[in-house]
């Protein structure tokens, strides 16, 4: 299967030394949810990969097989003939990501919607925090020396946290000393079309590194599932 490999072991070259850092958190995509056909479409051979195809043969009335119906797949992507890919939406979950990763992340406002761990209700003091990847560093001496100013910035926000907590501030109040690259989790949905728009945009080298990081991860999972949908976006 074709993905982005060498450009994931590229961005996570100093992922080793980050390991022992002071509450570090690594990014990771869980698929948990997506479109499935009824029982009478999985009997006629549609899976959730072939429903764009097979709607979209509505426009000729014509029929193909599940082969054909992966080719015909490809030649609607290729035509733009793009509306048929809302057929099938994902539900990931993702953690490991930072606030600032959120902030660019909920600028794609078509076809794409979240729900994010909420940072009045639950405790900074359990949270994490996401270290650059820092991937453009040649020096290993010298990446490790701004993982250990990070930390030390990131163990000060913790220490002033506790002691305003002490002082009976609330978690709303605490949560602006945090870095934007405290942690944050999400369930996000999204559908094959605005995934692939995500895609375009984020897995391009003038993306920042940790939302093209993101995207490297989620297009990796995404093709063990439905590569016609996505796979001319490596070309
Ligand atoms: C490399 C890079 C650098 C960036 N730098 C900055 C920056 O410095 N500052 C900054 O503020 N943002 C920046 N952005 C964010 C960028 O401007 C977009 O807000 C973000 O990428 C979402 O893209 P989008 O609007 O295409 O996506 P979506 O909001 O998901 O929209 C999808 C598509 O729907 C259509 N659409 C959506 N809404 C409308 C509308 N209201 N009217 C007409 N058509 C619409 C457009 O065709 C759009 O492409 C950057 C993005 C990238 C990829």
């Keep these: ?7 994931y072991r590229h961005i996570e070259r100093w992922k080793g030394l980050r390991k022992d850092l002071f509450r570090n958190e690594e990014p990771a995509v869980k698929l948990i949810g997506m479109t499935t056909p009824t ?18 043969r509505q ?30 939406q994902f539900v990931y979950c993702v953690t490991g990501v930072s606030k600032s990763l959120a902030g660019q992340w909920t600028r794609h406002r078509i ?33 490790k020396a701004a993982y250990r100013a990070y930390e030390r910035e990131h163990r000060h926000a913790m220490e002033v946290y506790e002691e305003l907590k002490d002082l009976g501030i609330r978690n709303q109040e605490l949560r602006r000393l945090m870095p934007v690259g405290w942690s944050t989790a ?10 692939r728009h995500f895609f375009e945009l984020r897995l391009d080298k003038s993306a920042e590194w940790e939302i093209r990081r993101l995207a490297y991860l989620m297009f990796n999972d995404v093709m063990k599932i439905a590569p016609t949908l996505f796979e001319d976006l490596l070309e």
């Design 39 to 56: 029982e009478e479409m999985l009997s006629q051979g549609v899976t959730p990969e072939t429903l764009p195809a097979y709607t979209a």
């Design 186 to 195: 999400a369930y996000v949905y999204v559908n094959a079309r605005s995934l």
């Design 111 to 143: 076809g794409i919607g979240w729900t994010f761990r909420s940072t009045r209700y639950v405790k900074a003091s359990k949270n994490m925090f996401i270290y650059p990847a820092l991937e453009y560093l040649d020096s290993e001496d010298m990446a």
């Design 1 to 7: 299967m074709k993905y982005f490999a060498d450009e």
């Design 59 to 88: 426009s000729h009335e014509s029929a193909g097989t599940h082969e054909d119906d992966l080719r015909l797949n490809k030649k609607l992507i290729s035509w733009e003939h793009l509306t048929c890919l809302e057929a099938v």
